[in-house]
């Protein structure tokens, strides 16, 4: 993907006479536990053309055609078989709601219908810092059929992450027992208490989150997370306790290796 991305990107660039970026951002790739999150996953996604602002006064019903008529989506092929790509292959999703029927076209449609009257959590969110959608149980399941099978970073160059790093909400659950702070406190810009900037740095050494998607979690720019990092190594030099606390909760953390 990788090279498909800089190869389209230098052909588009030549041909329209343009420099810079083509795509919003890096290309990326989530391992999905399909029984609980792909449902979620492939309406947030279809929902997507409707969600920029440009969209937003839209009526419903504005909506609905708009999504089936979107020339760039596979949205219509999951509503009938029509003039589905052949390439497309809808019956992992459609399984969730009748298979690929047409009463399972109508709940799907109902289905991304109720995504478009408010605003949905971002399943998508659940994979950043490890790459994997699904709850504790699954992913600490991942990461023990990856030891015992033996695969290393050689043959999967995602494992090695993967075994090492810790599901940020486990360590957001962590910090908030030890600091007896609740989450949406925690995660709040105005929270001024140590357990934000040891939030910040065990997300970015720990939870595998860069800056910017800590800064998006907590609802600051990137560079403040830098700030707060700094801050935070500065006053464990002069603060013997705050070393010790956070060490204890990296011990807390640590992966489980099957």
Known sequence: MRHFNISYTSYYNWKH??????????????????????????????LNP?????????????????LRNYHWSSYGSYLSRGERRRFLRVEE??????????????????????GMT????????????????????????IRGEYVRSGVGAREVPAVKR????????RIIREICEVFKVKR???LRKGYKGVA????????????????REIG??????????????????????GDRNLSVRIERLKKRIQPSQG
């Open 184 to 186: 949406d406190e925690l």
């Open 50 to 66: 409707i969600r920029v602002r440009l969209r937003s006064g839209m009526t419903l019903g504005e909506k609905e055609k708009y």
């Open 93 to 114: 999703v459609l399984a969730h709601f009748g298979g690929d029927t047409p009463t399972g076209w109508r709940k799907y449609e109902a289905f991304v219908r109720e």
């Open 118 to 141: 408010g605003k949905l959590p971002n399943p998508l969110e659940r994979g950043t810092g490890h790459g994997i959608i699904g709850e504790s149980e699954f992913i600490e399941k």
């Open 17 to 46: 006479d343009r420099r810079g970026h083509l795509y919003q951002g890096r290309y990326k790739s989530f391992l999905v536990d399909a029984h609980q999150y792909l449902q979620e996953v492939s309406r947030y996604i279809h």
């Open 196 to 211: 934000r900037g040891i939030l910040m740095e065990m997300l970015y050494r720990n939870g595998g989150m860069n800056q």
């Open 216 to 237: 998006e979690l907590m609802g600051i720019d990137y560079s403040a997370v830098s700030v707060m990092r700094k801050r935070l190594s500065a006053a464990q030099k």
């Open 162 to 169: 993967i075994l090492a790093q810790v599901e940020p909400e």
